[in-house]
């Protein structure tokens, strides 16, 4: 595609439930990564895809939080058992050729846990 | 912390002034990454400089970088109420760790009409 996708766009969730987010990167993107921001907070880094290289998972905050990605294509962020402090925008990007040389974000999804 | 930390936090200006921001940072970069952020959804990258470089433009935007200061400025020139947005510094701090940037806490631009 043109750009990067997520869907949903907004996700309201009971707490305990599990929500699984999706995103489809740009075509041809090697890198993929998955952000959180909390309301009017910076971006904290989740975990990062590159080609078929073992995944970066250093920033996912607990065990409740997993991610996969099928070969260069779409990724999701699974969140189970969610807590109410998971509320916030779950934002994806894809590159290129790496960081070095910036990042397409999605749009985002807004989670909210209720 | 070797995030950059951009200020001032926030910034109010009217439309047609300049509006500046500025990313301190501690450690050796690789380059640094500007972003613009509006109503807190995604990202769009602006502007890209390199650590050998000290200057660069891109429409009404203008970078500086100054390494031995470690700090970098984001010149908004003619600002305009759609320029309205949180501005973010990103660094890379390796070429050789070419896997994530590292992200300041964002600069909140109101450009009032």
């Known amino acids: 595609g043109a750009g990067v996708s997520q869907s949903p766009s907004n996700k309201v969730t009971e707490k305990g439930k599990d929500v699984e987010l999706r995103c489809d990167p740009i075509?041809?993107?090697?890198?993929l990564y998955w952000y959180r921001q909390r309301l009017g907070q910076g971006l904290e880094f989740l975990i990062y895809f590159q080609g078929n290289s073992a995944p970066d998972k250093s920033g996912l905050p607990s065990d409740r939080f997993s991610a996969e990605r099928t070969g260069e294509s779409v990724s999701t962020l699974t969140i189970q058992r969610t807590q109410q402090e998971d509320s916030a925008v779950y934002l994806c990007?894809?590159?290129?050729?790496?960081?070095?040389?910036?990042?397409?974000f999605g749009s985002g999804t807004r989670l909210t846990v209720v | 912390s070797q995030q950059g930390e951009e200020d001032p936090q926030a910034l109010s200006i009217q439309e047609g002034e300049n509006a500046t921001m500025n990313c301190s940072y501690k450690t050796s970069i690789n380059n640094l990454q500007w972003y613009r952020q509006n109503s807190g959804r995604g990202l769009v990258h602006l502007i890209l400089?390199?650590?050998n470089e000290r200057e660069k433009h891109s429409g009404r935007l203008r970078v500086t970088l100054d390494t031995s200061k470690k700090s970098s400025s984001l010149l908004i020139t003619a600002s305009r109420a759609a320029d309205t947005a949180s501005y973010f510094c990103a660094l890379l701090l390796d070429a050789g760790n070419n896997r994530k940037l590292i992200w300041g806490l964002g600069t909140s631009l109101a450009v009032n009409p």
């Open positions: 075509s041809g993107h090697t890198a």
């Open positions: 400089i390199r650590s």
């Open positions: 990007a894809s590159s290129a050729q790496g960081a070095g040389y910036g990042y397409t």
